[in-house]
């Protein structure tokens, strides 16, 4: 990822990071399955793309210790705010390709939207490093439907996209504002399609389980052995 579009990244979260947000969204909806992929308690986790802390401050339940990376100043500033009552959440602000990983540390690393702005084949091996035997890397993000299955995907996920915006959310609409900085940041967004992610995680993680599940949004769960 070339410096100018991390800048570009950095700035769009300090953006969206000021807004008002949704109480459910495509990415919390997944939230109760990441939780399942855990042990019933760890040591240590780490969480990549933290955001606002909405899932640290649900792994920081499960573990003695969370470290919560962002690359948005902001949001990291207003997850230490909601995160108050987490003394074990050690939130930072820094870009993961040039983290300094530990070695054998975590018995999880979480992450969820964030790995589309990552080059994999740099960060996947990192992260192997840094998770400790039968460590598990639990990744949620983004998809780009593609085929006969993209399709099937598709005609489901949208109506129930339109009843959870509406039972869930309770009639939140959003600003002109958040709805312009959300379009600027999509605008150089860029997914992998479902041969994509078989491919990729396959042949780096060997043994990786890739699931496909509707809003757009495929998981990855493999063990370090």
Known sequence: MSETMNQKIQKDFDRIALLEQPMWNHNSHYHRF????????????????????????LLAQRADRVTAIDLSPKMIEIAKQQSQDYANINFQVADILKWRFPVSQF?????????????LERLLPNLEIALKPGGKLIVLDLLENEGIQGIVNNAIAIPLNWLFQICRNR??????E??????????????????QVQYIYKNLLTGANVKIHLFW???????KL
Do not use: M
């Open 171 to 176: 009639g939140f609409r959003p600003t002109r």
């Open 34 to 57: 990441l939780l399942k992929q855990l042990t019933l308690h760890c040591d240590n986790i780490l969480e990549i793309g933290c955001g606002t802390g909405k899932l640290s401050r």
């Open 107 to 119: 018995d999880a690393i979480v992450s969820i939207a964030t790995f589309h702005h990552l080059p």
């Open 178 to 195: 958040t709805v312009e900085a959300w379009r600027e940041h999509l605008r150089t967004d860029k997914y992998l399609t479902q041969s």
């Open 217 to 223: 949004r495929y998981s990855i769960v493999w063990k």
